[in-house]
């Protein structure tokens, strides 16, 4: 059974940096596009990056363009979000999701299979 896993979160102050961490188990990680979303409580879930099947093809949400990069290592099945200018609205459960094709897409029901999410919280 495939599964995605993160790690990374954690409680930083403004203007740090994060590195979030996807490992996923099983085959065929590499046929698909990755994405990472956030969710705070009572909002819905929302984009953040997303990276193709290649590796090659990325995109980002207004609100952390310039300041998050998405990346992925096909040999070890793990993608990464670095996160770096942290502000105190990035605060969030961090969720690392498998795309169902292999271009980077942005919204949620394109995505099919989720990890368990990491917290992210970011001090003023």
């Known amino acids: 059974q495939v599964q995605l896993d993160e790690s990374g979160g954690g409680l930083v102050q403004a203007g740090s940096s994060l590195r979030l961490t996807c490992v996923a188990s099983?085959?065929?990680?590499?046929?698909?596009?990755m994405g990472w979303f956030r969710q705070v409580p009572g909002k819905e879930r929302e984009f953040v990056a997303g990276?193709?099947?290649?590796?090659?093809?990325?995109a980002y949400a207004d609100s952390v363009k310039g300041r998050f990069t998405i990346s992925r290592y096909n040999a070890l099945n793990t993608v990464y979000l670095q996160m770096s200018s942290l502000k105190p609205e990035d605060t969030a459960v961090y969720y690392c999701?498998?795309?169902?094709?292999?271009?980077?897409?942005?919204?949620?029901?394109?995505?099919?299979?989720w990890g368990q999410g990491t917290q992210v919280t970011v001090s003023s």
């Open positions: 999701a498998r795309s169902s094709f292999t271009t980077a897409t942005t919204t949620h029901y394109e995505y099919d299979l």
């Open positions: 990276i193709d099947w290649t590796g090659g093809t990325t």
């Open positions: 099983g085959r065929s990680f590499d046929t698909y596009a």
